[in-house]
């Protein structure tokens, strides 16, 4: 058997695309190889995600700072895994998943966990001298991502109102990536321009997106339709549209002032579980929309079921907050039939091996999976890589705007040029 022993692993403070403190690990390999991982950390979370453990030190980052993880990475996880073989993944993981004992890793933190594992899988990879997709998924590593590209930011990744949080353009008629990330970076130009000439704020949100006040949400859809048009694409043929209304967000500010539902705080509407439903519906019917993510709340179970039963037939119905990357979680929705769909983010669940778990879930089940970068990011572009190695089919990495976002998308274009 290959082998390569963990002889250090080193974990230190950095800082994510937000300016917040996150975690990078670096594991050093006997043979001297390394490899390092950057944890992702979210803005709009859902309350079944895997702990992200923070300092809550007021005097230090405003409570954010990750020394805690940090510790428990180079004192507790690196005790433990000092003298084992890099290759062991599986057996790796579950010792973490083990040495932390919460169900959901509140006692080291999953920063802590996932920075290790991401960082080790890494070390493996570059102990062979392959590239990590390769090491990941091995000849059958070859499918590129369709990118669902978010260039308009609302909800609580921007500063303005709209409601929803993601409008995304996928570039359905591209073949290759190299042409599907021009194509969606033309529109993303485009409509730059589009929104300046009508004096609206070019600045961006979290995820690279432009940000600016307008009418309403569907104003946002309109005016991306517009520039897929200005700059030569049609819709349907070159291009759909994706949303992510991450509504888990309106279904707490619904609760905030004690009702059911939902509230859009940002432009003071409520809607019931059933104007939800409905408001989809009509949004489905009346744009050129293929995927909607987190249409309802984390713990809306009925209305999702509904939701599905009207539309899951004909369009993508992605669960982000509802599954949190979580086995668990997935299989009731399978049970339930609950969405159709999946997104993969491996800091909501904490481990590389239990990410693998529920999208092997997804894909026996027949949902759809989407690997996914988070609001604050990193330079760290493993999800590039991960799309690849489980031919996932489809990639949320942001606008093409910001180094935490493109450098995704230039990894995906070295992947290609490689296969
Ligand atoms: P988050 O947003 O990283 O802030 O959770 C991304 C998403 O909801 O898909
Ligand atoms: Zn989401």
């Avoid at 980052?61 to 993944?89: R, Y």
């Avoid at 949902?367 to 996914?372: C, D, E, G, L, V």
């Amino acid at each position: 058997m290959y082998t390569d022993y963990i002889e250090d692993i080193e974990a230190m403070q950095v800082l994510d695309s937000r300016g917040n403190p996150t975690v990078q690990v670096k594991v050093t390999l006997e043979s001297g190889v390394e490899g390092l991982a950057m944890v992702p950390s979210g803005a709009s979370t859902g309350s079944f995600e895997a702990v992200e453990l923070r300092d809550e030190d007021m005097q230090n980052f405003n409570g954010l700072g990750v020394n805690k993880a940090v510790e428990n990475v180079n004192k507790k996880i690196a005790k433990n895994l000092i003298g084992e073989n890099v290759f062991n993944q599986k057996y790796i993981d579950d010792e973490l998943v083990k040495l932390d004992g919460t169900p959901n890793k509140s006692k080291l933190g999953a920063n802590s966990i996932l920075g290790a594992s991401l960082a080790i899988a890494r070390a493996a990879a570059n102990s062979l001298d392959i590239p990590l997709y390769k090491y990941l998924g091995g000849i059958n590593a070859y499918k590129m991502p369709l990118p669902m590209m978010n260039i308009l930011n609302g909800g609580k990744h921007a500063n303005n109102n709209l409601n929803i949080q993601e409008f995304m353009i996928v570039p359905v008629g591209g073949k290759t990536f190299r042409e599907m990330l021009q194509m969606c970076t033309e529109v993303y130009k485009v409509l730059k321009e589009v929104l300046r000439k009508k004096g609206l704020v070019t600045s961006v949100g979290d995820e690279g997106g432009f940000a600016p006040d307008l009418e309403n949400d569907e104003e946002a859809i309109e005016l991306i339709l517009e520039a897929v048009k200005k700059a030569g694409f049609k819709e349907n043929k070159d291009f759909k549209l994706a949303l992510d209304i991450a509504s888990t967000e309106m279904n707490d500010s619904a609760k905030k002032i004690s009702k059911e539902g939902y509230y859009f705080w940002k432009t003071d509407i409520y809607k019931t579980k059933a104007e939800m439903i409905d408001y989809l519906v009509d949004l489905a019917s009346k744009y050129p929309i293929m995927s909607i993510e987190d249409g309802l709340a984390e713990e809306d179970w009925k209305s999702w079921k509904e939701l599905t039963k009207r539309i899951g037939s004909k369009i993508q119905l992605v669960g982000d907050d509802l599954f949190v990357t979580n086995p668990a979680r997935l299989k009731e929705g399978i049970k339930e039939d609950i969405a159709n769909s999946i997104l993969i983010k491996p800091n909501q669940i904490g481990t590389l091996t239990e990410t693998l778990e529920t999208i092997n879930l997804a894909k026996e089940n027949g949902y759809k999976t989407i690997i996914s970068h988070r609001s604050g990011e990193t330079e760290d572009t493993f999800i590039a890589d991960l799309a690849v190695a489980v031919n996932s089919g489809q990639i949320k990495a942001g606008a093409p705007c910001r180094t935490d976002r493109v450098c995704k998308y230039n990894r995906l274009l070295n992947i290609e040029n490689e296969i």
